[in-house]
């Protein structure tokens, strides 16, 4: 009896903690499918609509460019990634596996950009950003590459990708070099295939971090048409400006790509295997 | 081991990398002091050294204190909550019962959403008219002006980023709570503890090390909030709810600001800074392998 009591319990306080968690989505779906005939104010509010309209999907999807978003999104996401991979496992490759003078400075120097925050160093970064001419001002190609370079590397990914080479058997290497392999070849045609499972981890926290990215671009972006998705998406506020039912749709169908990119991934963010993997 | 590689080869693979950080970090870091000490006010492309006028000028700005004031109760409200509340979560969810993954992936669901949405959805959920208010008022309360009242605003946006974060420390916290010895629990158990006790008594010392990572950790993002505010609040009414990155973000690009700016920049950097290396130096030493 005691038992099932405190099961009963525990079961309580998650349901509830669940709803919690999803309640401010459910209310915004709720307002997204009411139609004019239905006062979103009304008291009682009403989470199931009774003037049920896909109207405010189609509204919203005519006047905003979601599509143009998305391709930002995943332009800059994706470079963002791709960046990240190649330039995190080369570093980190003679960070576990070589000797080298001035290993300790490069290693404390890249520890180092771990505490200093972006916020802090923005203003400079800005600078840099017009001076180099890659804003979208210049053209659309100028700004995706100054949105994804100043997080084209980590210091998180340089530190999991040593990680990951650390792990590796050096006999590894020696029988590569014995049959004959250079430097490079060792590297991506034995050691890369080897730590395909970080590199996964890594693209996928990327990925996130990148796709919910909002200070920065906001901050450099000039144009409508170079607006990523959480741009767009708080731009809707002002297009918008009361119409709640349009704001909750837009915000709802700006989700959508990223819901269904965690669902699929979902063991990488929820297994605690790559626990602390996203930035803070 | 043998050596394989020429003596070149480690500084070509870093290069890449390096020639980021160096643009991207390091120059603007130093950068972020030089700035501090210009004035970029009057003419953005021939900034004027002043020496220490932006800080003069910032430590005599109330402004400027009011927004610290606000940073430290974010801090001071956020970071116990969400190194307690994550740590009860995941001690159930550890429990033997069903439907963990899913309770798991609802409860992660706001860390994977863009901050924007979740902003949008709550400021839905405070609007004065709106369903919290509705709430208050069937309490027979006053409707409370969660986002235009000077007194509530910035408790309004902090709980946001609670909000958002309890499924990510509560991760945290699920692999921490592996390396609990089972056999401290089985002892517990013979010895009729209740679920209090034991938890008491085994897991908080056992992941005390967590717990202590979880608060840094909570600390420094909580010190970088913006997107909240800038969606939610815009840091009114009357700065209440105005932290020190937003302000930072509009000194520089609403008052093109640049050096003033900066000063408060290099204010924020010795703060995060010195949580960081609490964090790296005393929590992390093992991911590093320092």
């Known amino acids: ?280 | 081991m043998f050596k394989y590689y020429g003596k070149y080869a480690p500084y070509l693979f870093l290069l890449p990398a390096g020639i980021v950080l160096l643009i991207f970090f390091f120059i603007p870091f130093f950068q972020t002091f030089v700035l501090s000490f210009q004035d970029y006010s009057y003419d953005i492309y021939h900034p004027a050294w002043i020496g220490l006028k932006n800080y003069v000028e910032l430590f005599h700005n109330p402004i400027f204190y009011k927004v610290l004031w606000n940073t430290f109760i974010y801090l001071f409200v956020a970071v116990p909550i969400l190194a307690i509340f994550p740590l009860f979560i995941a001690i159930l969810i550890n429990q033997k019962i069903r439907g963990v993954t899913l309770y798991k992936i609802l409860i992660y669901l706001p860390v994977i959403v863009s901050i924007v949405v979740a902003a949008i959805a709550f400021k839905w959920l405070y609007a004065d008219q709106g369903i919290l208010n509705y709430i208050v008022t069937s309490l027979g309360l006053e409707p409370i002006g969660w986002l235009t009242a000077p007194k509530w605003a910035l408790y309004s946006v902090i709980w946001v980023t609670i909000w958002k974060g309890i499924g990510y420390y509560m991760i945290i916290y699920l692999a921490a709570l592996m390396s609990v010895p089972k056999e401290l629990y089985e002892a517990c158990d013979i010895d009729g503890a209740s679920f209090f006790r034991k938890h008491l008594t085994v897991t908080i010392p056992h992941i005390m090390p967590t717990i202590a990572l979880v608060t840094t950790i909570s600390a420094i993002s909580a010190m970088k909030v913006f997107a909240e505010i800038y969606v939610m609040t815009k840091g009114g009414p009357l700065n209440s709810s105005k932290t020190i990155v937003y302000y930072i973000y509009e000194r520089a690009f609403e008052n093109l600001d640049l050096g003033y700016a900066s000063a408060m920049a290099v204010v924020l950097l010795i703060i995060v800074m010195a949580f960081s290396f609490i964090n790296i130096f005393c929590f992390e030493r093992n991911k590093y392998q320092l």
């Open chain 1, 1 to 280: 009896m005691k038992k099932f009591f405190e099961k009963f319990s525990i079961h309580f306080i998650l349901i509830a903690v669940s709803l919690l968690s999803i309640f401010p989505f459910i209310w915004l779906i709720s307002t997204s499918l009411k139609g004019p005939d239905e006062n979103i104010f009304a008291y009682p509010p009403t989470i199931i609509p009774s003037d049920f309209t896909w109207a405010n999907y189609s509204g919203v999807w005519d006047k905003v460019d979601f599509i143009g978003y998305f391709i930002n999104s995943m332009i800059v996401a994706g470079g963002t990634v791709f960046l990240n991979l190649i330039l995190s496992a080369m570093a980190g490759y003679p960070l576990a596996r070589m000797e080298f003078k001035g290993k300790k400075i490069a290693f404390f120097s890249i520890l180092a950009t771990i505490m200093i925050p972006f916020q802090a160093i923005m203003l400079p970064v800005y600078l840099i950003t017009l001076k180099l001419h890659l804003v979208d001002s210049v053209n659309n190609l100028a700004g995706y590459i100054g949105l994804i370079m100043p997080f084209a590397v980590s210091a998180f990914g340089i530190f999991l990708m040593r990680q990951a080479f650390l792990g590796i058997p050096k006999e590894m290497e020696e029988a590569a070099v014995i049959d004959g392999c250079s430097v490079w070849q060792l590297f991506t045609k034995v050691l890369i295939p080897m730590v395909k499972p970080s590199l996964a981890v890594l693209a996928i926290f990327t990925f996130i971090g990148s796709w919910g990215e909002f200070l920065w671009p906001s901050i450099v972006l000039t144009k409508e048409a170079m607006y990523t998705l959480p741009v767009g998406v708080n731009n809707l506020q002002g297009m918008f400006s009361s119409n709640w039912r349009f704001i909750a749709a837009g915000s709802i169908l700006s989700t959508i790509p990223i819901l269904i990119f965690f669902l699929a991934m979902q063991r990488y963010f929820i297994s605690g295997e790559n626990e602390g993997a996203v930035k803070g």
